[in-house]
Every structure is written in C-alpha cells, then in structure tokens.
Nanobody, 127 residues
C-alpha cells in the first residue's frame, strides 16, 4: 500500500502564500486520483483540490483561483499552492490517494477517512 508524507504547513498572515507537498512511497500518477483535503477544528473534513491520473485538475468552489494542485512525477510528489490565504483557510491539511475513478466521477471531494490512503496532515494557520 502506498504511503503518503506531507510537509510545508505552518503559520502565515492573511494574504500570504504556502505550498504543501505530499510525497508518496511509490509512483501514483497513473493509478490514483490524488486529493487535498482540509479539516478545521470542530468541522467536517472537506475536499480542496484533486489531480487525476489523466492530469485533469479539480477544485471545490471556495478555492477556485486561489489554490493550485500540481505534481512532479519524478519525485512522486503532489503539491498544493495556496495564495491569498484567509483566516478561514486555517486547519489540518491532508493529502489522500484514492481510486482513479473518484476524480473522473466527481466523487473525490466526498472521500472520508475510512477510505483511501491518507497522510498525517500538516497544520496551516492563517492569522
């Protein structure tokens, strides 16, 4: 089973930027739908962005234009570039690997922790 390790979290002022990284233990680009999720304290985990095995990108409405998902296949790494950060963006950010069909069907954003493979989640704090 693939393992995921995230990095790049931290504290930033409102309006600032952060880039999160998610490195997989093996290649995922042609097998999985890779997604970013976040969970604010006391709230449900929600989808942020995803990248399919066909390199199509998917975003939820709240982050369109501010966040960008990309990958480096040589490094088995998925990225989330976050710009114009707001205090509401504060939370734990997780990357997840799921079946490729989750991206294609549009169901990726509804993935729950009981399914897929998840990283440990870096904290992002926007003040």
């Amino acid at each position: 089973q693939v393992q995921l390790v995230e990095s790049g979290g931290g504290s930033v002022e409102a309006g600032g930027s952060l880039t999160l990284s998610c490195t997989a233990s093996r290649s995922t680009y042609n097998t999985y739908c890779m997604g970013w999720f976040r969970q604010a304290l006391g709230k449900k985990r929600e989808g942020v962005a995803a990248l399919g095995n066909d390199v199509r990108t998917y975003y939820t409405d709240f982050d369109k234009g501010r966040f960008a998902v990309s990958r480096d296949t040589a490094k088995n790494t998925l990225y989330l570039q976050m710009n114009s950060l707001k205090p509401d963006d504060t939370g734990m950010y997780y990357c997840a690997a799921m079946g490729w069909y989750e991206c294609a069907s549009g169901s990726w954003s509804k993935l729950t922790p009981a399914f897929g493979v998840w990283g440990q989640g870096p904290q992002v704090t926007v003040s």
